[in-house]
């Protein structure tokens, strides 16, 4: 049973260019998280989706940043025109259902640059 | 707002040591809480959890127990290995009606542990 899929596992980007990250969660799960880690500091909540529906964003930056869930495909987070302030790990998080009781099941995570 | 203040690292230790990482919440109503560990290159792992009130999670040799009149979640391992070098996270997730599904880290905790 595979668990949650990221990637890529790194990326370079020059500042200017766009970044997206693929997150396929876990098998049966329909509920989805994007987390941002810096250096030196905990895990930031940035967005929350369900299939097609974004439920919470209120951690994701105004401008440049987006996230999706389609109905069919990984979870994309997209980061436009980047800047180096973006180098960070950017985790993602499934559940089968809100994570009231139960638990999060987080991937490898996808580590970002901005040259 | 709901927010987890853990103590500041890094921990060193020596093998087969005592160990506690302090973990204190600030949250409307009674949160459900977490600890998470994350070992080098790889994302979060749930390492315990307690729901209510005086429940006291355990996994691994790692207990916690969830102390209302504190408002405390505190970790402790009798004896820990070089195994369990990792960065630790303390975690809660509010039951407020209407409150957002996210969990909220504290900034972690890193530990080592030497032979």
């Known amino acids: 049973n595979a668990g949650v899929m990221q990637n890529p596992r790194h990326l370079v980007r020059r500042r200017g260019q766009e970044a997206r990250l693929r997150c396929s969660p876990m098998?049966?799960?329909?509920?989805v998280y994007w987390y941002r880690q810096l250096p030196e500091e905990g895990l930031k909540f940035m967005v929350y989706?369900?299939?097609?529906?974004?439920?919470?964003e209120s951690g994701m930056p105004k401008e440049r940043f987006s996230a999706e869930f389609p109905k069919e495909g990984p979870s994309i987070l997209r980061i436009q025109q980047v800047v180096r302030g973006d180098s960070a790990a950017y985790f993602c998080?499934?559940?089968?259902?809100?994570?009231?009781?139960?638990?999060?099941?987080f991937g490898e995570g996808s580590r970002l640059t901005v040259l | 707002g709901n927010s987890v203040t853990q103590m500041e690292g890094p921990v060193t230790l020596s093998e087969e040591a005592f160990l506690t990482i302090n973990c204190t919440y600030t949250?409307?109503?009674?949160?459900?809480l977490f600890w998470y560990v994350q070992y080098p290159g790889e994302g979060l792992q749930l390492l315990l959890k307690?729901?209510?009130?005086?429940d006291k999670g355990s996994n691994k040799g790692f207990e916690a127990t969830y102390r209302k009149e504190t408002t405390s979640f505190h970790l402790e391992k009798g004896s820990v290995q070089v195994s369990d070098s990792a960065v630790y996270f303390c975690?809660?997730?509010?039951?407020?009606?209407?409150?957002?599904?996210?969990?909220?880290f504290g900034k972690g905790t890193k530990l080592t542990v030497n032979p």
């Open positions: 998080a499934s559940s089968t259902t809100t994570v009231n009781t139960g638990e999060l099941f």
């Open positions: 098998k049966g799960h329909s509920h």
């Open positions: 307690a729901t209510k009130a005086d």
């Open positions: 975690a809660l997730k509010s039951h407020d009606q209407g409150g957002s599904e996210k969990l909220v």
């Open positions: 989706l369900q299939k097609e529906n974004i439920i919470d």
């Open positions: 949250a409307t109503g009674y949160p459900s």
